[in-house]
């Protein structure tokens, strides 16, 4: 082993210094000044040492000073790159805290939206209640005191209904704002993961750039620790803990710029809801069908909780709630109904299909119900072909006009409800209506054109976008009709399962399989894939043939 000199004693001759260095590091067995490093054995020694124990092969022997100036040089390269790699840290400190802060800003903007549009229909419920007041204001003052009872009860009466569109309002707006405030709890969880992870990084490499500065005092612990202290520098460099955190953080940031505040009007009714992120589907409740209905087939809905079901074995059309899970049969006249969408909260129109037709008109195709599935009337349209068998296909668009289609037909037709006159006729340019047709809220309509495509074209006929996909075997589709996304469902032939793919309006798929659910295949093949449906707050809602599956979507990072 090697050791510092001892002192001079009297009569001792003063060592000489080599290359520059005070060399007193001495060899502890010879006393005798170090003057080699052998390779094979990793050790300082000195020249007794050398000629003595290491003199035979394979020893390998290195000048001390050689090794000192190699290890120092080497030392020296790394800490350039150690002390870049700290400030890069740093500058990551600092675009942690801006990624955080940006996000929280971003969601705070969309809290002041929500409270915005919400005051606004707050403001717009107070309006309305004076208007009514001012209107039994003037009847009552006709009248004396019956009048003024009378008067008295109907201010109440509307006050207390009121109050509920008030509570309604304000529940839906607690609601939105718990949805955001569960985004910044998985924005700010995530960030603080990505800050320890960094400032982990930091303080090791604080610890290494210490080391080096200590080892570096004494030339016996340089060659003893240098080893050590560089292997730790490689592994820390290899981690590259900077591109990840960094790769992390723009893909948080990312994603939460796709939260978004999206409402409109669906059926009449005003929604709003937090969108936009892909996110992750859940299964949040199984609603069990009848048994008494044979073959469910899921038609459409009639409101945001209403699900229209109908047993394609005898055509009884159902409708279940979701909420409560009560499940009522409104119509048993054994007609099969094709599509059914609400025209406002008092209306509903249905497309059936009918093997009577006769003449140039397509009678008994399309019927207005009302919410208790009374026939209001029924609207009469052109017919083309020769064949008594018709199939008629219907949605209601933004403006609350009826879109209704015949199938194996290019002509789509246009209809104002209120007077049954038609608006607007679409023609198709080299394509026909396979089966279903859905408005978007662009205003263009998404049209079945095949049994396994789908074509959006505009109010002029135009051909904006095909969506197909090859994995799909007998898709269904339905579309959101607040961010005009498409969801097909379809069986998933190699994976033999039934699954639910999201799709944008232009044909991009964003997400394969958002849902997906075992079954079999010939039994879900008796009447193909039964759609899965969107309601307008935002629950996604799939048939397994026994049962309604409800799915809602959480956010992750």
């Given at each position: ?14 060592l000489?210094t080599?290359?520059?260095?005070d060399?007193t590091?001495?060899?502890d ?6 003057k080699?490093?052998c ?6 020694i000195c020249?007794p040492?050398?000629?003595k124990?290491?003199?035979?092969k394979?020893?390998?022997l290195?000048?001390i ?5 190699e290890?120092r ?5 790394k ?13 990551l400190?600092t ?8 996000g ?9 939206n929500?409270?915005?549009s919400?005051?606004?229909?707050i ?5 309305k209640?004076?208007?009514?007041i ?5 009847e009552?003052?006709e009248?004396i ?10 201010i109440?009466?509307?006050?207390t ?11 839906k707006e607690?609601?939105?704002l718990s949805d955001?405030?569960?985004i910044?709890?998985?924005?700010t969880?995530?960030?603080?993961n ?5 400032q982990?990084?930091i303080k ?7 080391t080096?500065k200590?080892?570096n005092q ?7 620790e ?11 460099l ?12 723009d ?39 009848p048994w ?5 087939w899921?038609r ?7 699900i ?8 009884d ?15 048993d ?5 094709t599509?059914?969408a609400?025209i ?5 129109v249905?497309g059936?299909?009918?093997y ?13 119900y ?12 052109p017919?083309?072909?020769?064949s ?25 037709y ?8 038609i608006?607007n ?6 394509k026909?209506?396979m ?7 662009s205003?263009?309509?998404v ?6 495509k ?7 006929g135009?051909e904006?976008?095909?969506?197909h996909?090859d ?11 607040l961010t005009?996304t ?7 032939r190699?994976?033999?399962i039934?699954?639910v793919d ?5 044909g991009?798929?964003?997400a ?10 010939s039994t ?10 969107f309601t307008?707050?935002g629950?996604l809602?799939g ?10 979507k959480?956010f992750?990072?």
């Open positions: 082993m090697a050791s510092k000199f001892p002192t001079k004693k009297s009569g001792e001759v003063d000489r080599r290359k520059g260095h060399m590091w001495s060899c067995k010879h006393g005798e000044p170090i080699f490093f390779k094979k054995h990793k050790i300082p020249h040492c050398a000629t124990d290491h003199s035979q394979p020893c390998e290195d000048d000073e050689d090794v000192i100036f290890r040089r080497q030392l020296d390269e800490r350039p790159k150690v002390q870049e790699l700290h400030k890069q840290l740093e500058v400190s675009k942690i805290k801006t990624v955080s802060t940006s929280s800003t971003h969601l705070r903007t969309i809290n002041n929500i409270q915005a919400y005051h606004d229909k403001k717009s419920v107070g309006e209640e004076n208007r009514i001012r209107v039994i204001n003037e009552a003052d009248e005191r019956l009048v003024n009872e009378k008067r008295e009860k109907r109440k009466d509307c006050n209904e009121r109050e509920k569109e008030r509570q309604i309002i304000k529940d607690a609601n939105l955001t405030k569960t910044s709890g998985v924005l969880k995530k960030t603080n990505l800050s320890c992870k960094n982990h990084a090791t490499l604080m610890s290494i750039e210490s080096i200590r080892i004494h030339d016996e612990t340089l060659v003893n240098a080893p050590q202290v560089l292997a730790s520098i490689d592994e820390n290899s981690l590259n803990v900077h591109q990840d955190v960094s790769d992390c953080l893909r948080i940031q990312s994603e939460v710029e796709r939260v978004k505040f999206v409402e409109g009007e669906v059926g009449g009714e005003y929604y709003g809801r937090i969108d936009g992120y892909i996110g992750k589907w859940e299964l949040v409740k199984s609603i069990h069908i008494a209905v044979e073959k469910p899921v459409g809905l009639v409101s945001d909780d209403e229209c079901v109908q047993d394609v074995g005898n055509n059309m159902y409708v279940t709630n979701i909420n409560t899970q009560h499940t009522e049969r409104v119509i006249e054994g007609v099969l109904i599509s059914c609400p406002d909260s008092n209306v509903i249905c059936k299909m009918r009577d037709c006769t003449g140039d008109r397509m009678d008994g195709c399309i019927i207005l009302d919410r208790q599935w009374k026939v209001i009337r029924d609207i009469s349209i017919m083309y072909g020769d008594s068998y018709c199939s008629m296909y219907v949605d209601v668009d933004r403006d609350g006009m009826i879109i209704a289609a015949q199938s194996n037909q290019s002509i789509i246009v209809i104002n409800p209120t007077n049954d006159k608006v006729t679409i023609t198709m340019q080299g026909k209506v089966c279903r047709i859905q408005a978007l809220s205003g263009d309509i049209v079945e054109t095949d049994h396994d789908f074509t959006v074209i505009s109010r002029s135009e904006k976008a095909v969506i996909c994995e799909w075997v007998w898709p269904q589709c339905r579309v959101d009709k005009d498409l969801y097909i469902a379809y069986w998933d190699a994976r033999n039934y699954a999201q799709v944008s309006r232009d991009i798929i964003q394969r399989r958002i849902v997906e659910s075992e079954g079999s295949f879900l093949f008796t009447m193909y894939i039964s759609p899965c449906l307008p707050s629950n809602v048939c397994d043939r026994s049962k309604l599956l409800l799915y809602k959480a992750i990072l």
